[in-house]
């Protein structure tokens, strides 16, 4: 069984679409704030939370995941009210940032641990604090890394994100380095330890599909939304 150790709802809608069959049971490790890089902070801070899930599911194997938002070199986490949420998106306006995803899978059983991160890079544009407050007032921004999320009204904050044009549907948005978990996860299919959600036939398309999209989207040219 695969178990993803978040409440992400991004995240399990990403499996979904995949076809995974898997269940959510949310971490409770403690997040780290201090590592030699901003990558092996992400990375490190998804093991954690995917090593307290295996714990207890022994058999069973658990994907963590950590994203943190980097401005010049700080990191920015989810905000702890309103006011804080407020800053911090006026912070990024109108400046270039970078979003980063760690992602950790692990299955105690068979001594698997693979970790792996994905770096995009994220343009504000010029803000003002109506224009912030008003986004704000749309989307939740409290379990939010930066207090924003691309995926919820991100046409009214973001002007590029890796020079894709959609920030609804980019990979670098995405709360998963997409081809390497989609190759992660179909190579467990293959050894047993996981299995899609449908019909051998149907389902195994639709796996390969996870995986398969994310080429179309790196290979796009960059354009401004």
């Known amino acids: 069984m695969l178990i993803l150790a978040s409440a992400s709802p991004r995240r399990r809608e990403l499996l979904a ?8 049971e949310p971490s409770g490790a403690e997040e780290i704030w201090e590592a030699e890089s901003p990558a092996v902070l992400t990375e490190t801070n998804a ?16 994907i963590g995941a950590d994203t943190l938002v980097f ?15 407020q800053e911090m998106v006026g912070r990024l306006s109108g400046r270039t940032h970078e979003v980063i ?14 970790r792996f991160h994905t770096v995009s890079k994220v343009t504000f544009k010029a803000l003002t604090e109506e224009e912030i407050g008003e986004y704000l007032n749309l ?19 973001i002007s590029r994100i890796d020079g894709q044009a959609k920030p609804g549907d980019l990979l670098s948005a995405s709360p998963f380095p997409e081809r390497d978990t989609a190759r992660c996860l179909l190579s467990l299919i293959e050894i047993g330890l996981i299995k899609l959600r449908d019909a051998e036939a149907e389902s195994s398309e ?10 179309e989207k790196e290979s796009s040219p960059d354009q401004p939304i």
């Open 71 to 85: 401005l010049d070199g700080h990191v920015l986490g989810k905000p702890k009210d309103l006011t804080e949420a």
């Open 206 to 215: 639709r796996g390969a599909t996870f995986e398969a999209a994310t080429a």
């Open 17 to 24: 679409a995949g076809g995974f069959e898997f269940t959510v």
């Open 47 to 62: 093991l954690l939370k995917a090593r307290e899930v295996a714990s207890r599911r022994k058999g069973d194997v658990v």
């Open 101 to 114: 995803t760690g992602v950790a899978l692990i299955h105690v059983g068979n001594a698997l641990e693979e």
């Open 139 to 157: 989307i939740e921004p409290l379990d939010k890394a930066g207090g924003y999320a691309a995926q919820e009204h991100g046409r009214r904050i």
